[in-house]
């Protein structure tokens, strides 16, 4: 039987470098994805997808 006495806290880890972080994503990646999907949306408004006409 084993005893439940020594619970393994999971240690979390970034998801996308796999390093020990406090949270899913550590904050180097953290600040990589937020500076990528802030380009990705500017691209998208300047991409020029014109919605217009459909009200
Ligand atoms: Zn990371």
Redesign the pocket.
Known sequence: MATRKSARKPIPK?Q??G?P?ASV??E??GAKVRAEAMRRKQQIEKGGRTDTGRR
């Open positions: 970034c996308l470098c390093r972080s994503i550590c180097a990646c």
